[in-house]
């Protein structure tokens, strides 16, 4: 299992590093014992995203209902149109975290050390070679289809306004607080590294778009990171920011010319080479320990991958994705 892991009523600690967790509930909070257990609990996290698709599904047939009344004015106004995602699936994506994951325990993760310019600098290139690695895997894999990647045409065409309020302010902070705070924290009962890696999956199948499906799992893993290293949110909040702002605001104003062509590449293939020499270097994940369960990671992985609620969600929200980008 790695480093030792101590624990005493309502407190586990991972004692090679001194960072702990005080656990809301204390001992009478559902610590996974057995292998049922540990499926149970990935089995809530599938929960999770099915439960949170299915009411979204729901509540985007009711956001036709100007369209069925004749009001076309508003339904296809830009403002309605974007002001859907923050009306329809992040409400009920609050509403099925608190629902499905109540059932484990709920860490207080401990403020860590702020982030000093060094870590943000190191942060916002990783997080943008991780945008990018994710983009290109995608742009190779569908290299030849007649795909389109219509969530980023519809950003660039939208009015600048709409982009800056929703997915630059919006679309971040209630992102992070239902799969960094909700998810995330109560996945950590299975330790950090479970929990960074599987709510990074689920923030990447959240998008039901496989243009945007690895990117985000990518950057997931990054913001998940940097919500446990820092402690709070609020960290994983700005750098999703950031990532939104570059990619979605600020690229798309400096056009096409051969000169931002140049600038576009070095930025690219220079981000992705720092995150690979950040990755290897540093190692960042030795940090992680393994939460109050006795299990190692080859048992964590067995009983994930035979997890019938959480495999039924990863194919049917991969065949969202795939379905989405060639049924549009």
């Known amino acids: ?35 049922s257990d540990l499926r149970r609990c990935y089995g809530r996290a599938g929960l999770f995203l099915l439960l949170s698709t299915l009411l979204s599904e729901a ?21 309605y149109y974007y002001g859907i995602s923050a009306m329809v699936y992040y409400p009920t994506g609050i509403l099925a975290a608190l629902l499905v994951l109540r059932g484990l325990p709920e860490p207080e993760v401990l403020p860590g050390p702020a982030p000093g310019p060094k870590e943000i600098f190191s942060g916002m290139a990783v997080g943008l070679g991780m945008l990018y690695a994710g983009s290109l895997f995608t742009e190779y894999l569908l290299w030849g289809t007649d795909t389109v990647d219509y969530a980023n045409e519809a950003i660039v065409e939208e009015p600048l306004a709409c982009t800056v309020v929703y997915v630059v302010l919006v679309a971040p902070l209630l992102e992070e607080l239902i799969f960094r705070r909700l998810l995330l924290d ?59 702002f570059f990619g979605s605001v600020l690229l798309p104003s400096l056009g096409d010319s051969d000169a931002v062509y140049l600038l576009l590449s070095l930025l690219i293939y220079g981000s992705i080479g720092y995150a690979v020499y950040y990755l290897i270097r540093r190692r960042p994940w030795k940090n992680f320990y393994p939460g109050p369960t006795g299990f190692n990671a080859g048992e964590k992985a067995v009983s994930c991958l035979t997890s019938p609620a959480l495999i039924a969600c990863i194919l049917l929200h991969l065949w969202l994705s795939v379905y989405y980008i060639y049924a549009a």
């Open 186 to 244: 109560r996945l950590l009962v299975l330790g950090d590294w479970s929990a960074v890696a599987l709510s990074a999956l689920l923030f990447g199948l959240f998008h039901t778009n496989l243009y945007q499906f690895f990117y985000a799992t990518l950057v997931g893993l990054v913001l998940g990171y940097l919500r446990i290293m820092s402690g709070s949110v609020l960290w994983s909040v700005a750098l999703h920011m950031f990532i939104n």
């Open 59 to 79: 509540a985007v047939e009711l956001c036709y209902l100007p369209y069925y009344l004749g009001w076309y004015d508003l339904f296809y106004n830009d403002w």
């Open 1 to 35: 299992m790695g480093e030792a892991v101590g624990f005493c009523p309502g407190l586990w600690y991972n004692t090679g590093t001194g960072r702990e967790q005080s656990l809301r509930g204390g001992v009478s909070a559902m610590i996974p014992q057995t292998y």
